[in-house]
């Protein structure tokens, strides 16, 4: 048998009416949405924040409202912030590998040019293999 309550109503053991403001964002086949939503934040509170925000943002604070809890379930002290800290060490430690990254190649960028400017004019009957058996060539 199929029930037309969406998994709100069916956690809170109601009748689901037909302007339900939860059954677009928990459906019937993943009780385990609004499971963590409720268990968080409660359904009245869920419900009070939904009527507050524009109807086609619901989607996506539902989104956010269940990434929160499942985060805060799991880590109960830190919650999503913990995740958002990795995040921004991640950044830091890629912008701080690309600094150093950036300065190595000024640094073989300078060297090959203060090479070249020191460097004798090769002589034309010199093959282009001689060339690249120069020590001071990087690929």
């Known amino acids: ?65 269940y990434f929160e809890a499942r985060c805060r379930i799991e880590d109960p002290v830190y919650g999503c912030v913990k995740l958002i800290s990795q995040l921004h060490q991640n950044l830091h430690d890629t912008e701080s590998e690309l600094a150093r990254v950036q300065a190595l190649i000024a640094f073989h960028k300078l060297q090959i040019t203060q090479v070249e400017l020191h460097q004798p004019t090769l002589d034309a009957s010199q093959s282009s293999i001689e060339q690249f058996q120069n020590p001071w060539f990087i690929n």
């Open 1 to 65: 048998m199929i029930s037309g309550r969406c998994a709100a109503c069916k956690n809170q053991r109601r009748k689901c009416p037909s302007d339900c403001i939860f059954s677009p964002y928990f459906p019937p086949n993943d009780p385990e949405r609004f499971a963590c939503v409720h268990r968080i934040y409660g359904s009245s509170n869920v419900g009070k924040m939904l009527q507050q925000i524009p109807v086609h943002m619901r989607a996506q604070a539902v989104d956010t409202l």
